[in-house]
């Protein structure tokens, strides 16, 4: 397999991912559909503010992934295996850490809004 073809089918495929949770985000509160954690689960106004930030968020750093990905695909010289996995892990350890800090920092542990 390509270099290419492998960063398109790991990397481009959690961007391609990202992009289906930005353009269509979970209505409502499930268990199969969204970025599920105990807090971001305590109710609605919670539930939508955790997808939202949390799918910006892997947007965002899918496509760094995606490009990143690439970018060793035509300059390096070696054979590619386990450097875009490494990718994808740090794009979605990231998103979770940043979804995480901001639900701390907008809500209370009890799940009301913080007062700013």
């Known amino acids: 397999m390509s270099a290419f073809t492998y960063v398109l089918t790991t990397n481009g495929l959690l961007f391609l991912i990202s992009i289906v949770f930005w353009k269509f985000p979970p209505k409502t509160i499930n268990h199969i559909y969204g970025y599920k954690t105990p807090k971001a689960m305590q109710n ?47 794009s979605v350890i990231v998103s979770i850490v940043k979804t995480e800090r901001a639900l701390s920092d907008n809500f209370t542990e009890e799940g009301k809004k913080k007062k700013n």
């Open 44 to 90: 609605q106004k919670i539930w939508d503010f955790a997808n939202a930030v949390f799918n910006k968020n892997l947007l965002i750093y899918a496509g760094i992934s995606l490009i990143a990905g690439l970018f060793f695909a035509n300059f390096t010289n070696t054979e590619l295996t386990w450097q875009p996995m490494v990718l994808i892990f740090l």
